[in-house]
């Protein structure tokens, strides 16, 4: 664990293959991106006040399953400068700010549903 908090190993431009346990977990993280993709994609399909923000996560969920199956191919076969544990450092990063404005956008539903309702409130008194 100790190895994990050194720069050596984040930064070496030849580092060694993944441990299988990470690996394999590595594996997991893309096949549960994958699926939930698959879920999100059947999902997206109906209308409705939270498609867009089906679409959003099947964005997230597909883009960072092939991102994240490009880094496991480098790693696995050990690409000297593409399998450096910077990369994955830098995905973890970008993965952390696009969720962070998916968040910020599902704040705003239940205000476009109130406003939907009242939309629907105003209407319903006009010819």
């Not at 993944?18 to 977990?25: E, R, T």
């Not at 994958?34 to 209308?47: S, V």
């Not at 991102?67 to 910077?86: Q, T």
Request: no cysteine; proline share 4%; glycine share 4%.
């Amino acid at each position: 664990m100790t190895n994990l908090l050194t720069w050596r190993y984040w930064f070496t431009l030849r580092p060694e293959a993944l441990s299988p346990i990470a690996q394999k977990g590595f594996i997991f993280l893309l096949i549960l991106f994958a699926a939930l993709a698959i879920i999100l994609a059947l999902a997206k399909r109906r209308g409705g006040l939270y498609r867009g923000l089906f679409k959003r996560l099947y964005n997230f969920f597909i883009s960072n399953a092939v991102i994240g199956l490009i880094i496991l191919f480098f790693n696995y076969e050990v690409v000297p400068f593409f399998s450096a544990r910077f990369w994955i450092a830098i995905w973890a990063i970008v993965m952390l700010v696009w969720l962070a404005f998916i968040i910020k956008k599902i704040k705003t539903i239940p205000l476009q549903k109130k406003q939907k309702e009242h939309e629907q409130e105003f209407k319903k008194y006009l010819p």
